[in-house]
């Protein structure tokens, strides 16, 4: 049931989209952009022979051939881009007003995050960058072409690209650094139009934040680019009350959102990342606000560990596939240049990258000068850590590293959080032994959304083929799990986690001991009566690397991985499974260089009861 003030909100808030579908306002001024971003030629200067700009120069040539880089692959659209279609599933939406596209049904419109994508318009950036670094005006005239056909085919308050407004803020951002490099080579005519075009992002934010739909990382973009427009344009009518309203929302939300031990509370590692650039992004806008300072080193430090010796992450949890600023390169290593920017801005050395690290987010954001401060190289974290608040914890034992998922769903809903409570992955000389599967799909099939965050796809067990909650449509789980740590003990040569997951009238306890050239994970399930227990290991490249055993009959089966959001390749699990009357117990043994073997009996007496 909606309270009463939710209601009344919600009223108000569809008064004033319909005031504003009805009277199309207009920026009929002058907008210069707010010196608050740096100089984008002098950043050109800096990088104008770096790898970096190379990447920029081939990915925008692949723009101008209407080839979109998205979600690791090439999305052609044919020389007259339809904005509103679907080009992976071939669908396309009307021009309704935005309330009545049902934007998460596939039948209606596809697979809107294909859509949305393209829409952000983070490629316009790519091309004003190319320009920047070429002074091609091919990159330019396309920038100006594209706009010009989406204001024509995306009218104000209409179709799916307004139906989020978290869309909606992602593109605003995208307009913006595409007029802060280009501002001073737009027509008079078309200056207007964009103007007008981007005053409207900024109302339409400003009367549908995410305040009761969608309380997280929705309503943090939003608030973050309604901050934005406010600050960079105050002669846009409303821009103080858009900076003072955005930086009202960002900064409640960051004591709702960041748990205290750092970790964002979606339980996701890519929403980490993209919880922390969207914060950091406001704190350069908002002036460094001290505030702000203690959390995003806490959410820093905890994406420092997230990133692993190796420096790459996996993606636990849902991944949409998007990114704040730059969505190009190897995905599992967008934390970097999250990390350099925190770093720089934070003062933390321990978490600066390599400079093409910095090429990619933090010399854009703050300047060149970043470039020739940094003398550092990369830290890798060292030992083992537990962060108490999300569960998760890392073991390590030379080359052996070990991350554990000792933790509770996400807030709420737990929309965005994987059937995966104690989940177990595992490096072996920064090469991945156990992996996640990733995400693949939203709304497009609905099984293998259920497959690729559901319980067998994981590290983990699994009971009569049941995940560990009640999935509820595509962004929710019913009946999550309660989990609880019992003990943590942390040592030179490894250490031992022990924490166990209650569900439906089960009980796993899962314990996690490594050492030197050995992991033993031991389960132990209580319940009454007869079941099927799995225990399920995705196989990574590095598993050839080592030697497994298993206390129960194990098989090989055919998997799935994705890399990606839409993407999906084979991939292979190994599965032991044991069925009988409650309670019953497994362990698998992995060893590096010997074979020992495990049993239960053996399996208990390397734990010492």
Excluded at 224 to 237: E, I, M, N
Excluded at 353 to 372: F, I, K, S, T, Y
Aim: contains cysteine; proline residues 5%; glycine residues 8%.
């Amino acid at each position: 049931m909606r309270s009463p003030s939710e209601v009344a909100f919600r009223a108000r808030q569809e008064a004033a989209n319909v005031f504003l579908l009805a009277t199309q306002p207009r920026f009929r001024g002058e907008a210069r952009l707010q010196l608050a971003l740096p100089d984008g030629r002098q950043v050109i200067k800096a990088l104008r022979d770096s790898i970096f700009a190379a990447e920029v120069i081939r990915n925008a040539d692949l723009v101008l051939r209407h080839e979109f880089p998205l979600f690791g692959c090439s999305l052609s659209t044919g020389p007259d881009i339809r904005w509103r279609h679907d080009y992976r599933h071939n669908r396309g939406s009307s021009t309704a007003y935005f309330r009545r596209i049902p934007y998460l049904s596939f039948d209606a419109v596809g697979d809107h995050k294909f859509v949305w994508e393209l829409n952000r318009h983070q490629h316009l950036v790519l091309l004003a960058q190319a320009f920047l670094f070429s002074g091609n005006r091919r990159y330019l005239n396309e920038i100006f072409k594209e706009l010009e056909s989406w204001l024509e085919q995306n009218p104000f308050q209409r179709g799916i690209n307004w139906a989020s407004a978290l869309e909606v803020g992602f593109r605003s951002l995208s307009w913006i650094w595409a007029y802060h490099f280009t501002a001073s080579c737009m027509p008079d005519s078309f200056r207007r139009l964009f103007l007008t075009g981007l005053y409207r992002h900024g109302l339409h934010l400003a009367e549908n934040l995410s305040i009761y739909f969608s309380p997280n990382t929705h309503l943090l973009g939003e608030a973050v680019a309604l901050h934005a427009l406010g600050t960079l344009f105050p002669s846009f009518p409303g821009a103080a009350k858009w900076r003072s309203r955005g930086a009202q929302v960002v900064l409640a939300q960051v004591n709702f959102q960041v748990r205290p031990d750092g970790s964002h509370f979606e339980q996701s590692s890519y929403y980490h990342i993209y919880a922390l650039d969207l914060f950091l992004l406001f704190y350069v806008l908002a002036g460094r606000p001290a505030q702000l300072r203690s959390a995003l080193k806490l959410m820093a430090e905890y994406l420092f560990w997230l990133l692993g010796p190796a420096r790459r992450i996996t993606f636990t949890g849902d991944d949409d596939g998007g990114r704040l600023f730059h969505p190009y390169g190897l995905r599992d290593s967008f934390g970097r240049a999250t990390l350099a920017t925190a770093g720089v801005l934070l003062d933390c050395p321990a978490f600066g990258g390599n400079l093409e690290d910095l090429h990619e987010q933090a010399v854009w954001w703050l300047g060149p000068q970043v470039l020739r401060a940094n003398n550092s190289t990369p830290s890798r974290p060292q030992g083992s850590r537990l962060f108490s608040d999300s569960g998760t914890a890392f073991l390590q034992a030379g080359d052996l590293v070990v991350q554990i998922d000792a933790g509770p769903f996400g807030w709420g809903g737990a929309g965005h959080s994987h059937s995966d409570t104690l989940n177990v992955i595992v490096w072996f000389n920064d090469e991945r032994v156990f992996v996640d599967p990733g995400t693949y799909t939203y709304v497009a099939d609905p099984q293998e959304r259920d497959w690729f965050r559901g319980s067998g796809a994981h590290n983990t067990i699994r009971i009569d083929g049941l995940d560990q909650a009640i999935p509820s449509g595509p962004f929710r789980w019913a009946s999550k799990p309660k989990v609880s740590l019992n003990a943590w003990k942390p040592d030179r040569d490894g250490g031992l986690i022990d924490a166990s997951c209650h569900y439906r009238e089960f009980s796993h306890r899962r314990r996690v001991l490594l050492r030197p050239n050995r992991l033993l994970v031991f389960d132990e399930v209580q319940g009454s009566g007869r079941h099927s227990c799995e225990q399920i290991w995705q196989l990574g490249p590095a598993a050839g690397q080592v030697n497994l055993s298993f206390s129960a009959p194990k098989s090989a089966v055919e998997s799935k991985f994705s890399s990606t959001y839409g993407a999906k390749c084979p991939g292979q699990s190994l599965v032991s499974t044991l069925e009988g009357d409650f309670p019953l117990q497994m362990a698998t043994l992995l060893e590096v260089g010997s074979r020992e073997g495990i049993t239960v009996e053996r399996a208990r007496q390397i734990l010492g009861d």
